[in-house]
C-alpha cells in the first residue's frame, strides 16, 4: 500500500498491471511451457524498456546508498499461483528479472521482455493518481506495479511524496491451509 502525502500537478501516477488476466489472455499451450519456467531476478540487474528507469545502488549519492548492501540474485518460478484464489499470474517479468534458467542470456531476457509488453498492454493496466491522504492497496500476488515518470523539481510543491508499507506473511486463515 502507499500513502500519498505530495503529489505534482502533472505527471505522478502509478500503474497496475492484472497479471492474471495477462497469464489466462495467453494461448493454452505457451501457458503450460511458462508453468515449467524459473525466473532469475536481481536488484537492477534488469534490461530497462524505453519508457523506464532503473535505480542503481552503485549509481546513487553516497548519503542515499551509505553501506546497502546488495542481495545475491534470486530464482522465482515465472508463473505462480495465488495462495487464495487458486489462479495463475504471471510472477517477474519486471523490475528485478533478468533471465531464465537454462535459457540463454538473449533468449532469456528476449522473452521477459516479450511478456512484460504483453502484460503491460492497456487491456491489462489501471493508473492511479496518488493524491494526499489517499492510500492504495494492491494484491502483490496477482499485479506489477510502478510509478510514472515526472520532471524534477525544487518546487517541494510539485514533488511526489510518498510512503509505501508491506505487510510480512498472510493472514492467520493462510497458516491453516495445506501447501
Known sequence: ????????????GTLFADMIAAFEHLPVAERARLERLKVLHAVSAARPGADERIV???????????????????????????????SQALYGPGGSAFGIVGMSDA??????????????????????????????????????????HIEYTDDSAQARLSYRASVKGGPPFMARRSP
Open 1 to 12: 500500500m502507499l500513502l500519498g502525502v505530495n503529489a505534482p500537478l502533472h505527471g505522478g
Open 56 to 86: 542503481r545502488p552503485q549509481d546513487l549519492p553516497p548519503e542515499l546508498s551509505g553501506d546497502t548492501a546488495v542481495p545475491e540474485p534470486v530464482v522465482h518460478p515465472l508463473v505462480r499461483r495465488h495462495p487464495v484464489t487458486g
Open 107 to 148: 533468449d532469456g531476457a528476449g522473452l521477459i521482455e516479450e511478456l512484460k509488453r504483453h502484460a503491460t498492454r492497456s487491456l491489462f493496466v489501471q493508473s492511479c493518481k496518488l493524491l494526499p491522504r489517499q492510500i492504495p492497496m494492491w494484491d502483490i500476488f496477482a499485479v506489477m506495479h510502478r510509478a510514472t
